[in-house]
């Protein structure tokens, strides 16, 4: 591994004079490697970015080695666990990627109800290992979402009103910090640092492993979506607003506006038609769960119910096949309160005009045992919010969408303006406002979090990401404003 590095054309002649990084045991991969554009594609395929080099780590050690020497060469630093987030910040230009991809091992413990995940894992990994023992916590909607991403700044998922948020399970994490020191953070070790993962991102160090606490769940669980067409928009919302209001802890639900995508399981006349789409999932007894949902599944005769028994691990990777890897996206988001009558009409008058047959608005329900957690109580902010909206303009290579659907969600994001109510930290895309940082968090939540940034990376490091800036002049200026 000491091949010379060379500049391309146009690009930065800062570098290290040899490829080679000592301790290292992982993969190196420079711009002339022929697998150096597979190493720098993340999820979001609209994310066009050339990193100067891709550490792909299989260790802790590597995590060490790579972040020291990026520190020694002056080299700009992007960490890389799933590479899902839709801003892209999983890769930089002409610095390096930490890259932990091939650190994908899951451990359980079904005794004490633990398991231990390394910062590659995807949660379809996490699930896997998991649910052969019957046990989850609360991940993603898509199998192929990162851990650490979807962690470190809070996770959304089918189990958040009945298990908490992911950083809500979230009982240890070992941490790589600015200065190359490895740490353990909990409740007990370093707890500042342990309280800003829960929600602050990746602006604190390099996650290696996690370690959750897990609940008892499946593997047949009662999911599934139901469908109505989209002129009904507004009285299935109307109906879905009062059946949620006392609905139990253990059913989750998302409210998707699009096209009916076509997946085998939906008839084929319904393919690309506009539908309201509620997807459930009840984290309890099957029995309990009929019962819970049947008020919903008789709401106007809904087009299509797939609603039934079926293995946890199918149904959280059911949606995989509408968000490939490679499209393009571009995302606006925003809390919101419980749905008014005027809410209600905003959303049904702008989901469904979106050019792409792709594009949608997906629609989270909160509360539950997210908004029990103190405000403060963990990084993540905004707890008391109804509803999470990401507004979703998706695009496939060579399709002619990407100005009238990012015109779409900025459009209807603008119209919702008067709702908003915070935002989710992973939702945030790649050309926001610096300020709506702050909106993730809240204020108190957010000066704390500049506080703990101080103590752990005081030359802002790790800045490649919704950067939380520490106080301090001589902090590096963040570069994840530009546009996508």
Same mark, same amino acid.
């Given at each position: 591994?000491? !091949?010379?590095?060379? @500049?391309? =054309?146009?690009?930065?002649?800062?570098?290290?004079?040899?490829?080679?990084?000592? &301790?290292?045991?992982?993969?190196?991969?420079? $711009?002339?490697?022929?697998?150096?554009?597979?190493?720098?594609?993340?999820?979001?395929?609209?994310?066009?970015?050339?990193?100067?080099?891709?550490?792909? $780590?299989?260790?802790?050690?590597?995590?060490?080695?790579?972040?020291?020497?990026?520190?020694?060469?002056?080299?700009?630093?992007?960490?890389?666990?799933?590479?899902?987030?839709?801003?892209?910040?999983?890769?930089?230009?002409?610095?390096?990627?930490?890259?932990?991809?091939?650190?994908? #091992?899951?451990?359980?413990?079904?005794?004490?109800?633990?398991?231990?995940?390394?910062?590659?894992?995807?949660?379809?990994?996490?699930?896997?290992?998991?649910?052969?023992?019957?046990?989850?916590?609360?991940?993603?909607?898509?199998?192929?979402?990162?851990?650490?991403?979807?962690?470190?700044?809070?996770?959304?998922?089918?189990?958040?009103?009945?298990?908490?948020? !992911?950083?809500?399970?979230?009982?240890?994490?070992?941490?790589?910090?600015?200065?190359?020191?490895?740490?353990?953070?909990?409740?007990?070790?370093? =707890?500042?640092?342990?309280?800003?993962?829960?929600?602050?991102?990746?602006?604190?160090?390099?996650? !290696?492993?996690?370690?959750?606490? *897990?609940?008892?769940?499946?593997?047949?669980? *009662?999911?599934?979506?139901?469908?109505?067409?989209?002129?009904? #928009? %507004?009285?299935?919302?109307?109906?879905?607003?009062?059946?949620?209001?006392?609905?139990?802890?253990?059913?989750?639900?998302?409210?998707? /506006?699009?096209?009916?995508?076509?997946?085998?399981?939906?008839?084929?006349?319904?393919?690309?038609? =506009?539908?309201?789409?509620? &997807?459930?999932?009840?984290?309890?007894?099957?029995?309990? &769960?009929?019962?819970?949902?049947? =008020?919903?599944?008789? $709401?106007?005769?809904?087009?299509?119910?797939?609603?039934?028994?079926?293995?946890?691990?199918? /149904?959280?990777?059911?949606?995989?096949?509408?968000?490939?890897?490679?499209?393009?996206?571009?995302?606006?988001?925003?809390?919101?309160?419980?749905?008014?009558?005027?809410?209600?009409?905003?959303?049904?008058?702008?989901? /469904?005009?979106?050019?792409?047959?792709?594009?949608?608005? @997906?629609?989270?329900?909160?509360?539950?045992?997210?908004?029990?957690?103190?405000?403060?109580?963990?990084?993540?902010?905004?707890?008391?919010?109804?509803?999470?909206? !990401? *507004?979703?303009?998706?695009? %496939?290579?060579?399709?002619?969408?990407?100005? +009238?659907?990012?015109?779409?969600?900025?459009?209807?994001?603008?119209?919702?303006?008067?709702? %908003?109510?915070?935002?989710?930290?992973?939702? *945030?895309?790649?050309?926001?406002?610096?300020? +709506?940082?702050?909106? @993730?968090?809240?204020?108190?939540?957010?000066?704390?979090?500049?506080?703990?940034?101080? %103590?752990?990376?005081?030359?802002?490091?790790?800045?490649?990401?919704?950067?939380? +800036?520490? +106080?301090?002049?001589?902090?590096?200026?963040?570069?994840?404003?530009?546009?996508?």
């Amino acid at each position: 591994m000491a !091949t010379p590095m060379t @500049a391309e =054309p146009g690009r930065s002649s800062r570098q290290p004079d040899l490829v080679e990084i000592k &301790g290292f045991r992982g993969r190196l991969i420079g $711009c002339d490697h022929a697998g150096y554009d597979i190493a720098r594609a993340v999820w979001n395929g609209a994310v066009e970015r050339h990193p100067r080099l891709i550490a792909q $780590c299989i260790g802790t050690a590597d995590v060490v080695a790579a972040l020291r020497f990026a520190r020694d060469h002056d080299l700009e630093i992007a960490v890389r666990g799933g590479g899902h987030n839709v801003a892209g910040t999983a890769v930089c230009d002409d610095g390096l990627v930490i890259d932990l991809w091939a650190m994908r #091992a899951v451990r359980v413990d079904p005794v004490h109800r633990r398991a231990w995940v390394q910062g590659g894992a995807l949660w379809g990994d996490v699930d896997h290992e998991t649910q052969m023992h019957g046990l989850a916590t609360t991940g993603g909607i898509v199998s192929h979402t990162g851990v650490a991403g979807l962690t470190l700044g809070g996770g959304v998922g089918w189990l958040m009103r009945k298990h908490g948020l !992911t950083v809500d399970n979230l009982l240890a994490a070992n941490v790589v910090t600015a200065d190359g020191e490895l740490l353990r953070a909990s409740e007990s070790e370093h =707890p500042d640092l342990f309280w800003a993962l829960r929600g602050g991102g990746g602006n604190f160090g390099v996650v !290696t492993s996690f370690e959750f606490g *897990l609940h008892p769940l499946g593997p047949i669980v *009662l999911a599934g979506p139901l469908f109505w067409d989209a002129s009904e #928009a %507004r009285q299935v919302l109307r109906f879905y607003r009062d059946f949620i209001r006392n609905a139990a802890d253990e059913l989750g639900t998302v409210v998707r /506006f699009g096209t009916a995508p076509p997946l085998p399981v939906i008839p084929p006349e319904l393919h690309w038609r =506009p539908v309201v789409m509620i &997807g459930t999932c009840y984290a309890g007894r099957i029995e309990d &769960g009929e019962r819970a949902l049947a =008020p919903l599944r008789g $709401c106007r005769a809904p087009l299509l119910d797939l609603v039934g028994p079926t293995p946890y691990v199918g /149904f959280q990777s059911a949606l995989d096949s509408t968000v490939v890897h490679g499209w393009s996206y571009y995302w606006k988001s925003t809390h919101l309160p419980e749905l008014s009558d005027e809410l209600i009409d905003v959303i049904a008058g702008h989901a /469904f005009s979106s050019a792409s047959p792709r594009s949608y608005a @997906a629609m989270f329900h909160l509360k539950g045992a997210v908004s029990r957690v103190a405000e403060g109580g963990t990084a993540f902010g905004n707890r008391q919010a109804s509803h999470a909206i !990401t *507004l979703d303009a998706v695009w %496939r290579p060579g399709e002619d969408f990407a100005a +009238r659907d990012t015109a779409w969600a900025k459009g209807f994001f603008a119209a919702l303006g008067r709702f %908003r109510e915070g935002v989710y930290v992973n939702f *945030l895309g790649g050309d926001e406002d610096p300020g +709506r940082v702050r909106e @993730a968090y809240g204020d108190r939540v957010y000066d704390r979090l500049v506080d703990v940034k101080a %103590r752990y990376d005081p030359d802002n490091v790790f800045h490649h990401n919704q950067n939380i +800036r520490p +106080r301090s002049s001589h902090a590096t200026t963040s570069r994840t404003t530009d546009s996508l």
